[in-house]
């Protein structure tokens, strides 16, 4: 018994197939790059924060202002401060003017990892896209900066 042949589906329309085309490329490229920082035993979103609190500088900043530099929203930041505290790679301090802020700033332990990271990230980074011209790297970024900064709706 022959099986019954298969109906094509219908295309989907061209933004569903590009939205459906970024998360697979971000996928692809993230799963990269968290190997890498597994392999020093970082999760992707601690060294997220790792850098965030090294870009701040000496003063740190409070929890939301990680929360709203992160690559990727984490629903429970003060947990995962707390975790990166206990492990020495973060140090929280209550701010005497305003005793409900906490500043969060990055211990030399987490700035040590980091300095391990940055090479190997950078040659993965170069890795990852070493087989597109300069223009096309650029109208790339253009084009997926243009996708984040339109007119909410």
């Known amino acids: 018994m022959n099986p019954k042949p298969k109906t094509p589906t219908p295309l989907s329309p061209a933004e569903e197939r590009l939205f459906l085309a970024i998360l697979k490329t971000a996928d692809v490229l993230i799963q990269e790059a968290e190997q890498l920082t597994k392999s020093i035993g970082l999760t992707a979103t601690q060294y997220n924060v790792l850098r965030i609190l090294r870009g701040a500088g000496p003063d740190g900043l409070p ?6 530099r992160m690559i990727s929203r984490d629903p429970d930041m003060t947990r995962l401060l707390d975790r990166m505290e206990k492990g020495g790679l973060i140090t929280r301090a209550r701010q005497k003017d305003d005793r409900r802020v906490v500043k969060t700033q990055i211990a030399e332990a987490g700035l040590n990892l980091l300095k391990k990271l940055d090479q190997p990230m950078r040659d993965l980074h ?27 709706q």
């Open 126 to 152: 170069k890795k990852q896209f070493q087989h597109m011209a300069g223009a096309q790297l650029k109208i790339l970024g253009d084009l997926l900066q243009a996708c984040r900064n339109r007119d909410p």
């Open 63 to 68: 929890c939301r202002g990680i929360g709203e």
